[in-house]
Protein backbone atom coordinates (compact mmCIF):
# COMPACT_ATOMS: atom_id res chain seq x y z
CA UNK A 1 0.00 0.00 0.00
CA UNK A 2 1.21 3.07 -0.80
CA UNK A 3 0.67 7.25 0.78
CA UNK A 4 -1.04 9.24 -2.22
CA UNK A 5 -0.71 12.43 -0.13
CA UNK A 6 1.70 14.09 2.72
CA UNK A 7 0.37 17.45 4.23
CA UNK A 8 2.36 20.01 6.18
CA UNK A 9 1.78 23.78 8.04
CA UNK A 10 4.23 26.21 8.20
CA UNK A 11 3.88 29.94 9.36
CA UNK A 12 5.49 32.92 8.01
CA UNK A 13 5.76 34.40 11.32
CA UNK A 14 6.18 38.40 10.79
CA UNK A 15 7.00 41.13 14.14
CA UNK A 16 6.59 44.75 13.82
CA UNK A 17 9.56 45.54 12.21
CA UNK A 18 8.18 42.75 9.19
CA UNK A 19 11.33 40.60 10.40
CA UNK A 20 10.68 36.74 10.16
CA UNK A 21 10.94 33.68 12.56
CA UNK A 22 13.12 30.88 10.87
CA UNK A 23 14.02 27.54 12.43
CA UNK A 24 17.58 25.85 11.83
CA UNK A 25 15.93 21.72 12.56
CA UNK A 26 18.36 18.99 14.14
CA UNK A 27 17.75 16.68 10.98
CA UNK A 28 18.03 18.55 8.01
CA UNK A 29 20.48 21.60 6.65
CA UNK A 30 19.09 25.05 6.04
CA UNK A 31 16.93 27.54 7.80
CA UNK A 32 12.97 27.19 7.19
CA UNK A 33 9.95 28.24 8.24
CA UNK A 34 8.57 26.79 11.09
CA UNK A 35 5.73 24.22 10.93
CA UNK A 36 5.35 20.52 10.41
CA UNK A 37 2.66 17.75 9.48
CA UNK A 38 -1.11 17.77 9.34
CA UNK A 39 -2.01 15.05 11.79
CA UNK A 40 -5.32 13.37 11.52
CA UNK A 41 -8.75 14.76 12.31
CA UNK A 42 -7.04 18.30 12.22
CA UNK A 43 -7.74 21.18 9.96
CA UNK A 44 -4.81 23.06 8.53
CA UNK A 45 -5.28 26.12 11.14
CA UNK A 46 -5.28 23.58 14.05
CA UNK A 47 -1.98 22.04 12.46
CA UNK A 48 -0.47 25.18 12.12
CA UNK A 49 -0.97 26.45 15.26
CA UNK A 50 -0.09 23.20 17.11
CA UNK A 51 2.97 22.96 15.43
CA UNK A 52 4.30 27.07 15.94
CA UNK A 53 3.80 26.36 20.00
CA UNK A 54 5.26 22.57 19.79
CA UNK A 55 8.52 24.37 17.63
CA UNK A 56 9.49 28.07 18.99
CA UNK A 57 6.64 28.73 21.43
CA UNK A 58 4.49 30.88 19.09
CA UNK A 59 1.01 31.18 20.05
CA UNK A 60 -1.11 32.36 17.31
CA UNK A 61 -3.34 34.92 18.81
CA UNK A 62 -5.54 35.77 15.16
CA UNK A 63 -6.55 34.24 12.19
CA UNK A 64 -3.38 33.86 10.32
CA UNK A 65 -4.03 34.20 5.95
CA UNK A 66 -3.26 31.40 3.86
CA UNK A 67 -0.55 32.38 1.33
CA UNK A 68 -0.54 29.11 -1.07
CA UNK A 69 -0.34 25.62 -0.82
CA UNK A 70 2.92 24.30 -2.52
CA UNK A 71 4.22 20.81 -4.21
CA UNK A 72 7.14 19.33 -2.60
CA UNK A 73 8.30 17.23 -4.53
CA UNK A 74 11.73 16.69 -4.13
CA UNK A 75 11.92 14.09 -1.05
CA UNK A 76 8.16 12.60 -1.85
CA UNK A 77 6.34 12.69 -4.91
CA UNK A 78 2.72 13.49 -2.88
CA UNK A 79 4.05 16.11 -0.40
CA UNK A 80 2.28 19.70 -0.35
CA UNK A 81 3.36 22.66 2.05
CA UNK A 82 0.29 25.21 2.99
CA UNK A 83 1.92 28.08 4.19
CA UNK A 84 0.09 30.84 5.92
CA UNK A 85 1.28 34.32 7.18
CA UNK A 86 0.86 34.54 10.71
CA UNK A 87 0.85 38.65 12.39
CA UNK A 88 -0.89 37.87 15.31
CA UNK A 89 1.16 36.09 17.68
CA UNK A 90 2.86 35.93 20.91
CA UNK A 91 6.15 33.81 22.20
CA UNK A 92 7.49 32.65 24.72
CA UNK A 93 11.20 34.01 24.80
CA UNK A 94 13.18 32.10 22.60
CA UNK A 95 11.58 28.74 23.87
CA UNK A 96 12.52 26.42 21.11
CA UNK A 97 12.23 22.23 20.98
CA UNK A 98 15.58 21.40 21.57
CA UNK A 99 16.22 18.47 20.31
CA UNK A 100 14.08 18.89 16.83
CA UNK A 101 15.22 22.53 16.36
CA UNK A 102 18.84 23.27 16.44
CA UNK A 103 18.28 27.08 16.77
CA UNK A 104 15.12 29.90 15.84
CA UNK A 105 15.73 33.53 15.16
CA UNK A 106 14.01 36.69 13.77
CA UNK A 107 15.44 37.69 10.24
CA UNK A 108 14.75 40.67 7.98
CA UNK A 109 12.77 39.31 5.25
CA UNK A 110 15.20 40.89 2.40
CA UNK A 111 18.14 39.59 4.41
CA UNK A 112 17.85 35.46 5.33
CA UNK A 113 20.77 33.76 6.84
CA UNK A 114 22.83 31.79 4.19
CA UNK A 115 21.61 28.19 3.53
CA UNK A 116 18.09 29.35 4.03
CA UNK A 117 16.23 26.87 1.99
CA UNK A 118 14.99 27.57 -1.94
CA UNK A 119 11.03 27.50 -1.12
CA UNK A 120 11.42 29.51 2.11
CA UNK A 121 13.15 32.38 -0.50
CA UNK A 122 10.87 31.98 -2.98
CA UNK A 123 8.01 31.86 -0.75
CA UNK A 124 9.80 35.40 0.95
CA UNK A 125 10.07 37.09 -2.56
CA UNK A 126 6.56 36.54 -2.83
CA UNK A 127 5.14 37.85 0.27
CA UNK A 128 7.52 40.61 0.23
CA UNK A 129 8.54 41.62 -2.95
CA UNK A 130 5.66 40.79 -5.24
CA UNK A 131 7.05 37.88 -6.70
CA UNK A 132 4.55 35.72 -8.73
CA UNK A 133 3.51 32.66 -7.20
CA UNK A 134 4.77 29.57 -7.86
CA UNK A 135 2.93 26.27 -7.46
CA UNK A 136 6.31 24.45 -6.60
CA UNK A 137 8.45 24.60 -3.18
Do not use: N, V
Given at each position: MRRGLTLGAQGVVIDAENRVLLVRHSYRPGWWFPGGGVEWGETLETALARELYEEVGVIVTGAPDLHGVFANFTNFPGDHIAVFVVRQWQRKENYRVPRE????????????????????????????DQAPLSPSW
Open positions: IAESAMFAADEPPAFTDTGTRKRLAEIF
